[in-house]
């Protein structure tokens, strides 16, 4: 668990790179790089990006030996950074929670997961590598999160509930106790699932309905 010191934030494209920062700053982490992973020198990064942002050109030897904060949501974009930051050496990808997230101490955490402000994690919870929960969501008791799920802003999934790879909850979704989300799916902001969702689906409304079958995953990209 990131418990403070420098880090390197790697992939900061994204505006999310605001929120993880607070997180790091709460924790009394020190970002000691902030990469532009897409190539170039950093200029490409998007709308209001953090200061000091470099390209992969500034990784300096020292920076390989910090631990590694991706601050992405998209499931597929998440994995694909942390390879990437792999690939150019990068090691350690502790799990990063935020001070006033509260975790049960019976959860399990894996690497490069990252919880947000005001999160809930209950007891006996598991929180596969690369999961990302967002600010006040809830993730109950006996849930199984696996790898690169992300659940979205104030989502709430009752007790045991299982998520599988890749799938993307929506902000304020709501997910019925003992249901299962599958891979690759996308559950659309506000909707209610009260039964299962299949892999590779878009469901949305009260109760969630199917809107589209079929899709590679959130953004295009699977996990």
Known sequence: MLTG????????????????????????????????????????????????VVGLDAIEARHLALPVVVPLATPGFRLLAVDHARQLGFSSFP????????????????????????????????????????????????????????VGPG?????????????????????APGRRVGPNSVVGAGAVVVDDVEANTVVVGNPARVLRAGIIGHGDVSV
């Open 95 to 150: 799990p990063v929670v935020d001070p006033s997230a509260v975790v049960d101490p019976s959860a399990e955490l894996g690497s490069a997961v990252l919880v947000g402000a005001g999160a809930v994690v209950a007891a006996r919870a598991t929180l596969a590598d690369g999961v990302f929960v967002n600010r006040s969501a809830s993730v109950g008791h006996h849930c199984q999160l696996d790898r690169y799920v992300a």
């Open 155 to 175: 989502a709430v999934l009752a007790g045991v509930v299982r998520v599988e790879a890749g799938a993307f909850i929506g902000a304020g979704a709501v997910v």
């Open 5 to 52: 010191g420098d880090v390197v934030l790697f992939a900061v494209a994204s505006p999310l790179s605001w929120d993880v920062l607070g997180v790091l700053t709460r924790l009394g982490c020190t970002v000691a790089v902030a990469i532009d992973n897409r190539g170039g020198d950093g200029a490409a990064v998007e709308a209001d990006p953090l200061p000091g």
